[in-house]
């Protein structure tokens, strides 16, 4: 149970946290994310969380994390 928990936080983050960020990996390597993209993705990633509250939840934090890894890579 717990890892399960685990794992559909670390999703939950993990899925948000990608569409903050300036750029993306694709199949065409590293470019720069555009708002069609995101506007993409985060119509699924709402579709998810409405289905699952602590996939949700996750969701939400995902710009503290982003922001904590900007700060600890200036340092």
């Known amino acids: 149970m717990k890892e399960r928990i685990c794992l559909r936080s670390w999703a939950g983050l993990k899925d948000a946290a990608k569409t903050l960020r300036k750029r993306k ?3 065409k390597g590293e470019v720069e ?3 069609h993209d995101r506007e993409l993705e985060f119509e699924e990633i709402d579709r998810n969380a409405m289905h ?3 996939y949700r939840v996750a ?7 982003e922001i904590n890894k900007v700060v600890k890579n200036r340092h």
Do not use: L, Q, T
Not at 59 to 65: D, K, L, N, T
């Open 33 to 35: 994310y555009i708002s």
């Open 52 to 54: 699952d509250e602590i």
């Open 59 to 65: 969701v939400e934090v995902a710009p503290i994390h």
């Open 25 to 27: 990996v694709s199949s």
